[in-house]
């Protein structure tokens, strides 16, 4: 055994493992037999590494090249594959049309576990749907605010609303011991936004502060009741059942109410700045009153100081 | 046969002869051959192919050669010359009330991301840069409606410019869907073609109310 020639640098490295390992698989298909493959006294030869040491360490990273990369691909093919989405998009038109309608419709058996669909189409296109009645709110409401903030802001809130109450919602089925999973609950926060939906496509048209406060007990209360319901016949014991969906009902309807308050009383400062009676939406040009601006932002700020 | 036991090759006799591939003039990849091809050609193939794309828009039939080869040209064409008509106001105001350049780009390219990643999850048979070229290509009408608006706006913003500008840009809202639906919904099973839609018709929807809002300050 000569140890004259411990090779303990860089040769028998990772990354010169996969170099050898890929100059090996070049010339495996520049020729057609497996040449290259040799066996490892070729190898050492051919790399020119001399010593047990130097072979032993070389196989250590050898093999730890393979494992690795074998790893790598796999979590890869797992979690960059799309299809692991695909099971949750399976739906039929008519699925969909029904589940909108049944999230209005409050269920009565609450003693019995409700099913609960755990599909992800609905929710994300109603998660769109609500970003672009936001915009166009925001838009008929006044043209002097950035519109990339409003696209961002639109964006963040919705999302930010669905994702992040969705999880809260989840931790806290687990404390209470809800028979509940994530996906149903994604499910189940975004078909109750097709309230929200309804309540602001037509409050952002007619602005009525009454017609709004009908609006958002009536529609909103029912797409809160229908989502409490199905917490409720999955949850044991009071104190839970409380909590759960006393926690639900509070950030759903507040939800609303922020919405609609906090774009709104950018209008209000318009509105209030400018003249009193209600202009229709499309003459409302932008005007560059830097006065308007300053007040539709300090307004803005402090909807949203206030509500946060 | 002992005359052919020994058929090697002696070192000092080089071996020599001619190596060659009858090109035929059919040959099916003339990729290896556009090499030599002066620069103009290659330039124009692309821009007419670019140009069918524009055409096949404009009178959206069902041929797949929009499909076939795609490119990300137009695309990209379009929106950055839409994103540069929304630019708003002077750079060095504040507030210039129309949408940077940057996010018309981010929303256009993301959107478009979206609308492919659904209909590939809802089983589609389209690829991934096939239908991101159909969406890009299929903005074309808006562009053309950006411009028709400015143009109005030029001649005044009253009631009637928006009433003209509304027309105008629901139409070719209804176009660009239409085209869209056209090229995509046929890569999907026949019963979920209203699952795909819908988020072109957002996604166009989005659009168009930026170019109809937009005034210039």
């Not at chain 1, 970003?131 to 043209?143: E, F, Q, R, Y």
């Not at chain 1, 017609?211 to 319901?229: C, D, E, N, P, Q």
């Not at chain 2, 411009?147 to 105008?168: P, Q």
Request: aromatic share 10%.
């Amino acid at each position: 055994i000569d140890m004259e020639n411990m090779d303990d640098t860089s040769g028998s490295s990772f990354e010169d493992m996969g170099e050898m390992h890929q100059r090996m698989k070049e010339e495996e298909e520049e020729e057609a037999d497996g040449e290259a493959g040799a066996g490892d006294e070729e190898d050492g030869e051919f790399l020119g590494m001399k010593g047990l040491r130097g072979q032993l360490g070389r196989q250590v990273a050898d093999q730890m090249w393979q494992v690795g990369k074998r790893q790598a691909s796999r979590a890869f093919s797992l979690y960059a594959n799309i299809d692991i989405l695909r099971p949750y998009f399976d739906v039929e038109p008519v699925q969909v049309r029904a589940r909108l309608l049944e999230s209005m419709i409050p269920v009565k058996m609450i003693n019995f576990p409700q099913k609960i669909a755990g599909e992800l189409y609905g929710p994300l296109m109603l998660v769109f749907t609500l970003v672009a009645i936001l915009l166009h709110g925001m838009k008929t409401s006044d043209t002097i605010i950035r519109e990339g903030t409003l696209m961002g802001t639109a964006i963040g809130t919705c999302f930010g609303y669905w994702l992040g109450v969705s999880s809260f919602m989840y931790f806290l089925a687990y404390l209470c011991n809800a028979q509940i999973t994530m996906v149903q609950m994604l499910s189940l926060l975004g078909y109750g936004l097709f309230g929200h939906c309804i309540t602001l496509f037509v409050t952002y048209n007619i602005h009525f502060h009454s017609l709004f406060y009908i609006f958002w007990l009536v529609v909103g209360g029912l797409s809160t009741l229908r989502m409490v319901a199905v917490l409720v016949s999955r949850t044991v014991g009071h104190t839970q059942r409380l909590i759960l969906c006393g926690t639900l009902a509070a950030l759903h309807m507040l939800f609303l109410l922020y919405l609609h308050f906090a774009y709104h009383k950018v209008v209000e400062g318009i509105l209030d700045t400018l003249e009193g009676p209600n202009m229709p939406p499309f003459q409302r040009v932008a005007r560059d009153i830097p006065v308007v601006s300053n007040a539709v932002l300090n307004t803005t700020a402090k909807a949203i100081a206030l509500t946060l | 046969f002992p005359g052919l036991a020994d058929v090697s090759i002696s070192q000092d006799i080089p071996v020599e002869g001619e190596i060659t591939v009858p090109v035929g003039s059919h040959s099916p990849d003339e990729d290896y051959s556009t090499l030599d091809e002066p620069v103009k050609d290659t330039i124009m193939r692309d821009l007419k192919a670019v140009g069918k794309k524009f055409v096949h828009v404009m009178y959206p039939r069902k041929s797949s050669a929009l499909l076939r080869d795609w490119d990300l040209w137009g695309p990209l064409v379009l929106c950055v010359s839409l994103a540069l008509m929304l630019q708003g106001g002077s750079a060095d105001s504040k507030d210039d009330g129309g949408p940077q350049f940057a996010e018309v780009f981010v929303i256009i390219w993301f959107g478009a991301v979206v609308i492919t990643l659904n209909s590939k999850l809802l089983g589609g048979t389209i690829s991934f840069f096939q239908s991101l070229c159909v969406l890009g290509y299929c903005v074309m009408p808006l562009t053309v409606a950006m411009l028709v608006c400015r143009l109005v706006l030029l001649a005044g913003t009253g009631t009637v410019s928006f009433v003209i500008r509304l027309i105008v840009v629901g139409a070719m809202f209804g176009w660009s869907t239409l085209a869209s639906t056209a090229f995509l919904a046929d890569s999907q099973p026949p019963n979920r073609k209203a699952l795909v839609v819908y988020p072109i018709f957002l996604f166009y929807f989005v659009i168009s109310w930026m170019i109809l809002t937009f005034t210039p300050q």
